[in-house]
Nanobody, 127 residues
Framework: VQLVESGGGLVQAGGSLRLSCAVS????????TAWFRQGPGKEREFLAA???????????DSVKGRFTISRDNAKSTRNTMFLQMNSLTPEDTAVYYC??????????????????WGQGTLVTVSS
């Protein structure tokens, strides 16, 4: 199983970025996929999760209304997950990670619920 993020970079406050996560070796329909981030000196923070069917998405309060999680199921074995981020602020500066695992609703915000992670992509928001 491999997860590879892309799309990070430098953006001005108020701008937008779209992150991608290419997942191989595992199909979306059997697992929960999620986005987390970790800022300097901070713990890893849950952002959003997409459950197996792809119809149910959940968001942390800190990003609700600004971030959108989605995925592309066009291919059966190689899938891509996205995180559209709008109205970015300097507080959104962090390394962003995608993850996959057998999380349940009550545990989806816990990093320990996911067994595979990408390498992370850095997002820097300038003021």
């Amino acid at each position: 199983v491999q997860l590879v993020e892309s799309g990070g970079g430098l953006v001005q406050a108020g701008g937008s970025l779209r992150l991608s996560c290419a997942v191989s070796g595992r199909t979306f329909v059997n697992y929960v996929t999620a986005w987390f981030r970790q800022g300097p000196g901070k713990e890893r923070e849950f952002l959003a999760a997409l459950f197996r069917s792809g119809r149910n998405a959940y968001y942390a309060d800190s990003v609700k209304g600004r971030f959108t999680i989605s995925r592309d199921n066009a291919k059966s074995t190689r899938n891509t997950m996205f995180l559209q981020m709008n109205s970015l602020t300097p507080e959104d500066t962090a390394v962003y990670y995608c993850s996959s695992g057998r999380a349940i609703l009550s545990s989806m915000a816990s990093p320990s619920s996911y067994d595979y992670w990408g390498q992370g992509t850095l997002v820097t928001v300038s003021s």
